[in-house]
């Protein structure tokens, strides 16, 4: 495995120097994905993953102190700086966290602290007390007040927001979330449906529903890795038991889904109808290896080695020449094959910064795990 990790690694930074220099001449502007021929395609700092790029350049800077990644991480951090202040989105824990979290804790900058106590501020203005949890879009008239799986993981930015101010609002409001989703989100097989629209009269549970998911009844990849990730993160953070037991429930059913092929990179919805002939979302393997690792550190129970060995076999995948890019290629992207929204027709295989994160993350902490022993 070592020499996975290394060959992962030198090619991640390899890909996210070339990717950083080719955008330094358009100084508001994040990588998105790419064109079919490989081309570019950059968002604007409102985007949902415009934190993801700075936030990989700060987990390898802090793997190598290598200070050209430094000055790279802190140039793509400054540019969403303004975010700090957006009321319209759930998704400032993504943007804000991955990128001024990581810069904070790297380098203790209490400018970075300042725009997190703020990005938290404004996130927490999306929290409806009666109903306890935070809305996710605004613009879906098809909705009442929708919540998505992928809400769970914004609340890190609660927490880490909670520990740098002492402010226990935060801790509230990202418990209540995490706890009412249990409630809402799962089904009795523990996949968890995409959207469930709460009633501002009752303040209850509407319906289970889809937006990027096959189906209102199906268990869309990338949103059983989000409630995963969540579930471990929030566990980590609280402490509570029943957090660790959701994280365990929903690793049982991505483990033992029949639809999950041999090398672990799930196709993007495990009841997609046409599997095997469907795409793989190389961003759910991502996100679940890294949350997977954390869990066979976080379980205590003789199934922490079924977690470990699962990641372990989704970071080979991810770092063979299936899904790992050339370097040059791809446009600066590490992984190929990553799936955004295909109900939609929208990032179908494509590369994803999100995916390029979580693979860092997870390389990160497999080989600190190494290093400890
Ligand atoms: N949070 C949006 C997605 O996972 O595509």
Redesign the pocket.
């Known amino acids: 495995m070592s020499s996975v990790i290394e060959k992962g690694l030198k090619r991640s930074i390899e890909q996210s120097e070339f990717m950083a220099a080719s955008l330094m001449d358009q100084p508001d502007r994040l990588p998105k994905t790419t064109e079919k021929d490989g081309t570019l395609v950059t968002s604007d700092t409102h985007w949902?993953c415009s934190g993801f790029f700075s936030g990989t350049l700060w987990m390898l800077y802090e793997a190598t102190g290598n200070e050209t990644l430094k000055k790279y991480a802190e140039n793509y951090t400054m540019r969403i700086e303004k975010e700090q202040y957006a009321l319209d989105t759930h998704?400032l824990g993504f943007m804000m966290n991955c990128s001024f979290g990581n810069g904070y804790r790297i380098t203790g900058n209490e400018n970075y602290k300042k725009i997190l106590l703020q990005s938290a501020r404004s996130l927490a203005t999306r929290y409806n007390e009666n109903i306890g949890v935070i809305r996710s879009w605004d613009n879906k008239p098809k909705w009442m007040y929708p919540v998505?799986i992928?809400n769970l993981m914004n609340l890190e930015l609660l927490e880490n927001a909670y520990k740098l101010s002492q402010d226990s609002l935060f801790d509230k409001i990202a418990n209540s979330h995490a706890t009412i989703t249990i409630t809402n989100h799962f089904r009795p097989d523990y996949s968890s449906c995409h959207v469930v629209d709460y009633d501002t009269i009752t303040n209850k549970a509407l319906k289970m529903d889809t937006h990027?998911g096959y189906s209102s009844t199906s268990a869309w990849a990338?949103g059983q890795a989000?409630g995963l990730y969540g579930y471990t993160m929030m566990y980590r953070e609280t402490g509570k038991p029943e957090y660790l037991e959701q994280a365990r429930k929903v690793a049982r059913f991505i483990k033992n889904h029949p639809n999950l092929p041999s090398d672990k990179v799930p196709y993007w919805d495990f009841d997609a109808p046409d599997i095997p002939n469907t795409p793989r979302d190389a961003s759910a393997a991502a996100v679940m290896a890294s949350a997977l690792i954390e869990l066979s550190q976080l379980d205590k129970s003789e199934e922490a080695s079924a977690w470990f060995d699962l990641a372990e076999a989704q970071i080979r995948s991810l770092s063979s020449p299936d899904y790992l890019a050339e370097f040059g290629t791809n446009g600066g992207f590490i992984l190929k094959h990553s799936v955004?929204?295909l109900n939609k027709n929208s990032e179908v295989d494509v590369p994803l910064s999100y995916a390029d994160y979580y693979y860092v993350e997870a390389l990160l902490r497999l080989k600190k795990l190494q290093n400890e022993n």
């Open positions: 949902w998704d998505i992928d990027q990338r989000w955004g929204n």
